[in-house]
């Protein structure tokens, strides 16, 4: 069979035409992180009081007194500056004086349970004008149902994991990219024109559609830029590509802080990644998915293309072999046509593989949990909601760009170890650090999570990668999915696990850094696949790391031009001309 590495040895393994459709793949990658992180603003839960009828006015009431400290604090009848959770939608008792509301008369008896009509509450609208929660109703009483619409994107992604990696591998990389992102710009922005009766179910079906449109071009794009690529290149862009990920999110920060109406917000979101469909004419489908498919022929007219765009000479002499056996599986496609295609299932037919598949998954589960677990936790930075948002996602970029200049020189393995380790560390004392009122221990939370994100960013790149470089072409995209759908039982499981905080306010965070501690443990029993091809067979997959010597702890120095130089053959000038004799003369 045609050996594509072999190929880019020739044509260059990370030229011209590669970066084209990296670039491309990066907006991609962009439209997944834009998507992921929407509804922190269009379901955003605002601060909401009942309305006081003798101290607020009967019309215009706002939630902050505005003259006070920059409008951050609460109206000075109140006596506390904050309201429970439990008292928002509790009518206070209010002391007046001359039918003046006395200052810090407003209280609450707990023994009372007269509550306000959701007509009659005081919203905060100094973030965003309006939001779903509102236009719902998920106030008060059902407040707790935003939890369940959250979780319903990742549900998407979940079934989107699977769904797409299917398509991927069984229809080409490209097609499930196009689906993906048709599924994921209309349902996105079908979900703005959800109302009525209805309105609340339907838009719950259009997020989990989004849900799988963002993970398919998340899934897709990722797989599509590692493939068509050398193995010298694999790690670099498979990290490096994560980063537009997180510009994505940084993008949906900014259009939510100019654009403050929760249903123009979703249009201006989602509507315009329609013209990402734009890829089905401007890249390639990958090459090596081709030759795994048996379409040699489409695979050397994409080699022959690179070639002409990476200014190097097309190998056809490596074509004579791949010629030849192609015309013999011709003439024997009949005693082939019972061949059993390779599925996802042979990863566990063999105890060895099953068990790195199985750690695989555990790891996927654990740095999702920590991800989407911190990022929900964020709102203990100090600052604006805008503030901590970007905070919260800038501090991803430093991850991803220690892995780009850590990992080939220490290897996969002991860094997916020391990232799981380092976060589940940070999560725990994060975690037994919760509700202290010290402002240096306060401090100290903060900084513990951002370092906890660092670990848990870090880690979600290398799995990325570390996955795409274990497992085989034929299944690849399959084990990149079935990866992602075991991690979105992760996402999900980060939202509930902040049921726990009733029984113990450290239990969720702290739970969360056992999980990523023990990640990395495990990770240590993975072979290292740092300067490994990408293996093309279940045979290749299984004798990963078998001739390799090299130590957990193993560091090389590598320089920034040895980490991107690359050393190309010259395409033989007599086996050139031969092979073109011998293709005119067929």
Same mark, same amino acid.
């Given at each position: ?35 992921? %992180? ?71 008896? !707990? ?50 994991? !699977? ?12 097609? /499930? ?101 734009? %890829? ?13 498919? =048996? ?11 690179? /070639? ?97 200049? %850590? ?23 994060? =975690? ?22 660092? =670990?848990?960013?870090?880690?979600? /790149?290398?799995?990325? %990668? !570390? ?22 039982? =992760? ?96």
């Amino acid at each position: 069979a045609l050996n594509y590495d072999e190929v880019l040895e020739y044509i260059g393994q990370f030229g011209t035409f590669q970066k084209k459709i990296v670039f491309w793949m990066c907006l991609l990658q962009a439209a997944g992180g834009l998507a992921v %992180v929407a509804f922190a603003f269009t379901g955003l839960e605002p601060k909401y009081r009942c309305s006081v009828p003798p101290c607020d006015t009967q019309s215009g009431a706002e939630y902050f007194d505005k003259t006070a400290n920059e409008g951050a604090e609460l109206p000075a009848w109140y006596r506390n500056n904050t309201i429970a959770i439990n008292d928002r939608c509790r009518v206070p008792i209010v002391k007046e004086m001359g039918g003046v509301c006395e200052e810090g008369g407003t209280f609450f008896i !707990y023994d009372d349970n007269i509550t306000c009509d959701i007509t009659d509450l005081v919203i905060d609208r100094s973030i965003m004008r309006n939001t779903l929660i509102e236009e719902f109703q998920l106030l008060c009483g059902r407040s707790g149902q935003r939890t369940v619409y959250n979780a319903i994107y990742m549900v998407g992604m979940m079934c989107g994991s !699977y769904v797409f990696g299917w398509v991927s591998d069984s229809y080409g990389r490209i097609k /499930a990219l196009l689906l993906a992102v048709v599924t994921l710009s209309l349902s996105g922005t079908l979900g703005a024109f959800c109302s009525g009766l209805m309105g609340l179910h339907v838009y719950a079906f259009m997020r989990f559609l989004t849900g799988m449109g963002g993970i398919g071009c998340v899934m897709s794009s990722f797989v599509l830029a590692i493939e068509h690529v050398g193995c010298k290149y694999t790690m670099v862009i498979g990290i490096a590509i994560v980063i537009p990920f997180t510009l994505g999110e940084a993008l949906l920060g900014l259009e939510a802080y100019f654009i403050r109406d929760w249903k123009t917000l979703q249009i201006v979101a989602h509507l315009p990644l329609l013209l990402l469909v734009g %890829v089905y004419w401007v890249v390639p489908e990958s090459v090596r998915w081709l030759i795994g498919a =048996g379409r040699v022929e489409e695979a050397k007219d994409i080699i022959e293309k690179a /070639a002409r765009v990476n200014e190097r000479d097309n190998p056809a002499h490596l074509f004579k072999a791949t010629m030849i056996a192609s015309s013999g599986l011709e003439n024997t496609a009949h005693s082939e046509s019972n061949e059993v295609k390779t599925t996802i299932l042979d990863l566990f037919r063999i105890t060895k593989m099953a068990l790195r598949a199985f750690n695989m998954c555990f790891q996927w589960f654990s740095v999702t949990m920590c991800y989407y677990g911190l990022s929900f936790a964020s709102t203990s930075l100090s600052g604006d909601v805008f503030s901590n948002f970007f905070l919260s996602i800038f501090i991803e970029i430093p991850s991803y760009i220690f892995c780009i200049l %850590v990992m080939d020189s220490w290897g996969r393995r002991p860094i997916l170890s020391f990232c799981q380790a380092m976060s589940g560390i940070a999560c725990i004392f994060c =975690g037994l650090l919760q509700g202290q009122t010290d402002p240096g221990l306060q401090g100290l939370q903060v900084f513990l999570s951002l370092i906890g994100k660092f =670990g848990a960013s870090a880690s979600f /790149a290398i799995v990325y %990668v !570390y996955t795409a470089e274990m497992f085989p072409t034929v299944i690849r995209n399959q084990a990149v999915g079935t990866c992602s759908l075991v991690a979105r039982i =992760g996402g999900i499981t980060s939202l509930l696990l902040d049921l726990l905080k009733v029984y113990w306010l450290p239990a969720p965070v702290f739970i969360m850094g056992v999980v990523a501690t023990t990640a990395g443990a495990l990770a240590v029993f993975f072979p290292e696949t740092l300067g490994e091809k990408l293996p093309e067979t279940m045979d290749e997959a299984f004798r990963i790391g078998e001739n390799s010597n090299r130590g957990f702890c193993t560091f090389t120095c590598t320089s920034v031009k040895e980490m991107f130089s690359e050393e190309l053959k010259t395409v033989p000038r007599e086996g050139f001309n031969n092979q073109a004799m011998d293709v005119e003369k067929e």
